[in-house]
């Protein structure tokens, strides 16, 4: 089945402690990219990754790191995290890069920050 | 400023009734992308419609319908009679792909009441 899996889906921890929210797609996409959701905002781009090794910043990234050394995973890292990072995260992949447009989102991590 | 503006916060309906979800969205590209989401209650986004700047023919799908208008940057989605099931948060995003830049607007949270 063509999807987009998250680990943890639910995660409390405390400021400082890094972590790391895994994303896997299985579909050979190329384009990934992390989004977080919080009340009233809607979803804003953290970080997005046209390829293999190639990694871009979106509209929020200040306290994130990402990594695409597969084509397959994108984890979104977390070095020391904060409470106002406490949030709803949704990994997203896009076929190619010219069918960018188009995501297919994972299920959602949900991140609270003690 | 804001991209995609909904500026409905929540609707309710009763059932059966018909429902309109205002989206206005501000761009200065020349080649961009219009989607609604569905978030119901168990949290996952739910694809519903990707339009593109070239296409303004209005659609519909079965109860939805969409309503492209480029002179009023708007991209409005219409449910006819209303379900219990249709109680979710819709969210309008536009993506522009000059910039590679994906903006969601706040959602617009719909009750349904039976």
Redesign the interface.
């Known amino acids: 089945e063509a999807q987009v899996t998250q680990n943890p889906r639910y995660l409390i921890t405390v400021t400082g402690k890094k972590l790391t929210v895994t994303c896997s797609q299985n579909m050979n996409h190329e384009y990934m ?1 992390w ?1 977080r959701q919080d009340p ?6 953290i970080y ?1 990754s046209m390829n293999v090794e190639v990694t ?1 910043k ?2 929020v990234p200040e306290g994130y790191k990402v990594s695409r050394k597969e084509k397959r995973n994108f984890p979104l890292i977390l070095e020391s995290p904060s409470p106002n990072q406490t949030s ?1 995260y ?1 990994c997203a992949s896009s076929l190619e890069w010219e069918r ?6 994972g ?2 991590t ?1 991140l609270t920050v003690l | 400023a804001q991209k ?1 503006t ?1 500026a409905q ?1 929540e609707i309710s309906v009763v059932e059966k009734e018909d429902v309109t979800l205002d989206c206005v969205y501000e761009t200065r590209d020349t080649t961009y ?1 219009l ?1 609604w ?1 569905k978030q119901p209650p168990s ?3 739910v ?1 519903l419609i ?1 339009r593109n700047s070239f296409d303004e023919q209005n659609e519909i799908s079965g109860r939805y319908s969409w309503n492209f208008q480029k002179s009023t940057s708007s991209f409005n989605f219409t449910i006819t009679a209303s379900q219990v099931v249709d109680s979710a948060v819709y ?1 309008c ?1 536009l ?1 522009e ?1 000059n910039f ?3 903006y ?4 617009t949270k719909l009750n349904v009441k039976p």
Not at chain 1, 100 to 105: A, E, N, S
Not at chain 2, 104 to 107: A, K, P, R
Request: aromatic share 28%.
């Open positions: 990219s989004y009233g905002l809607g979803l804003r781009q997005y871009d979106g509209d709803l949704f960018r447009d188009t995501q297919y989102f299920p959602g949900r | 995609v909904q916060t992308y989607f989401y949290g996952e986004l694809f990707r969210f995003a993506f792909r590679n830049k994906f969601f607007g706040s959602g």
